[in-house]
């Protein structure tokens, strides 16, 4: 706006700044609201089981999955780190690597960047279990404070039947005449157990399907030869329906 519509409005004791300042909020207040009645449809949708579930799911719906800053390094993604760990996946090995090269390129520094890049690779064209094989070594490598801050910042609800169902899926892929993988089974349940450190993981596992927690106690199951029972014990307590 020029100097002189500036003036022309001060002169009519209108304040640009104020007037700015007023429409924003106006407009952040409606979308909070098209945001909040989106959840709420989504909830009754979902057939959430009590009031609070209901109330947390909404109160959460602000949460953006995910910034313009991490959608432009999408497009990088593959270049980054998939040369960091094709001849282990290959080799279908699951041992996580400590090398700095392979570790600076998985870590993600928030749970936007973790989901961004599940996202990413879940839409890759490589072969079914190499793609499940690459999702559990890309969560494997996440600092477990990253982890359990996909749920508390609401993006965990979405991605935990997916990150069920790969487990899964590798675990199905291992020959039956031999063992687990120790290495596969510590990864699994150290991530689970991460999960659960967020005090928004029994609401996303409220929101699994039945099938999706007959998944998850099968996979616990399977996991229990090579594990403590008291962790299985523990983590099987969340997908027990009730």
Partial sequence: MNNSNEGHLARLGIDMSNLESEMNVAVARDTRYWMENDAKIRAVEQRVPTYEHFRQLVAGCHLCPIDKSELKDLTHLKSNWNSAVTGKL????????????????????????????????????NS????????????????????????????????????????????????PEKPLDAQLVTGILSTL?????????????????????????SLLNRLSAKSNDETVCSLKSYFVSL
């Fill in 90 to 125: 290959q080799a279908r090995s699951v041992a996580v690597s400590t090398g700095p090269e392979s570790m600076a390129n998985q870590f993600c520094k928030t749970p936007q960047q973790l989901y961004a890049r599940w996202q990413a690779l879940r839409l890759s064209k």
């Fill in 128 to 175: 079914e279990n190499e793609r499940s094989m690459r999702l559990c070594y890309l969560v494997f490598t996440q600092q477990s404070s990253v982890l359990r801050d996909l749920f508390d910042c609401g993006l965990g609800a979405a991605l935990l039947p997916e990150i069920l169902s790969t487990f899964n899926a590798v675990i199905e892929s291992q020959k």
């Fill in 193 to 217: 157990l991460a999960f659960t450190e967020s005090k928004q993981f029994p609401l996303a596992v409220d929101l699994c399907s039945f099938a999706e927690k007959e998944m998850a106690l």
